[in-house]
């Protein structure tokens, strides 16, 4: 990495430090771009040029696409893996990026209407993203619905271990959640609706 590239880097990790420390302090929805500019010895100018919006500093940590990079690489690795078991360990892998730093963020969003409207959309597209990789991996249409079911189950499994977590982050790391939410799914019942 040049100068140049560190020095922007440097100055993007203030910018979000100045910014975070002052979610926490006075709220997401009373900091202005201003203060944060302040706060991190720069100009509003250089927060817009580096961010583009208060919201895109807040949701610059949040892991993308999780579920469906882990399981792309693990389909690199193990292109002969049974997808129950890639899946399984890619809801594990997206489950080992999370810390306390998203917890923070987490938090921040829950008392932010505006922002936790755009994680809805971040999590939108991550469901796009791997149901395109499960179709991908399952030889089927992305629209298919046992592709579709699969993806949102998923998705539901790594939003229960996180949610279990963010309740009490002390009380277990978040992916032995997941490990006992994927050992539990063997004996749960799931009621498929029938006509």
Known sequence: MGLREKKAARTRACIRDAAMQLFIEKGYDATTVEEIAEAAEVGSSTVYRFYGSKESILMADIPRHGIARALRERGAQRPDEPIETALAHAIQAA?????????????????????????????????????????????????????????????????????????????????????????????????????
Request: without cysteine.
């Open 95 to 195: 489950l080992a990026e999370s810390n306390e730093q998203i917890l923070v963020i987490r938090d921040i969003l829950d008392r932010s209407p505006g922002p936790r409207a755009a994680l809805w959309d971040i999590v939108g597209e991550d469901a796009v993203f791997l149901q395109e990789t499960l179709a991908e991996r399952m030889g089927k249409d992305p629209a298919d619905l046992g592709v579709y079911l699969t993806a949102t189950l998923a998705i539901i499994i790594h939003s229960r271990a996180a949610d279990q977590w963010r309740a009490d982050p002390r009380a277990a790391n978040v992916t032995q959640i997941g490990d006992s939410i994927l050992a539990a799914l063997a004996e749960t019942t799931v009621i498929i609706p029938r006509l």
